[in-house]
């Protein structure tokens, strides 16, 4: 199995504050202690073979990254949410900031100050348009 000595996904037994919380034989559910004030009941999907991005992850990876969404979503109804936001960030200019392929399930609350705003709120501002590019602001 490829894992890299320095990545906190690949050993998430060695920090003490990221807890996994569900496992299949090649991904994991984990959640991180440390995120859980601002984005109660958050966590990852990855896959415990080192993957820089999902567009790496074999047939078995995204089968069991489901089955792990699928064992989430009870858990976290528990914390009654208005809905969810999941996506991945990859590559730097998206964000990326730990390079390991890592799926976010994050529970939205409708209480919540960005109640409503999902991935694409800042994304589409017109503010973010390439510089020389013009268009409209679907």
């Not at 990859?90 to 919540?112: K, W």
Request: hydrophobic residues 30%; aromatic residues 10%; contains cysteine.
């Amino acid at each position: 199995m490829q894992v890299r000595p320095d990545c906190p996904f690949c050993h998430p037994v060695y920090d003490a504050d990221q807890r996994i919380v569900f496992e299949t034989e090649t991904c994991w559910f984990l959640q991180y202690e440390k995120a859980q004030d601002v984005l109660e009941g958050s966590g990852v999907i990855v896959p415990k073979q080192h993957r820089s991005s999902p567009f790496e992850l074999t047939q078995t990876e995204w089968q069991e990254t489901q089955e792990l969404l699928e064992l989430a979503k009870p858990l976290l109804d528990q914390l009654a949410p208005g809905g969810y936001t999941l996506g991945w960030n990859v590559g730097e200019a998206s964000n990326q900031s730990i390079g390991h392929s890592h799926l976010h399930v994050i529970p939205r609350f409708n209480d919540e100050p960005y109640a409503g705003k999902g991935l694409r709120h800042w994304l589409k501002k017109p503010e973010n348009r390439r510089p020389g590019q013009s268009g409209d602001a679907r």
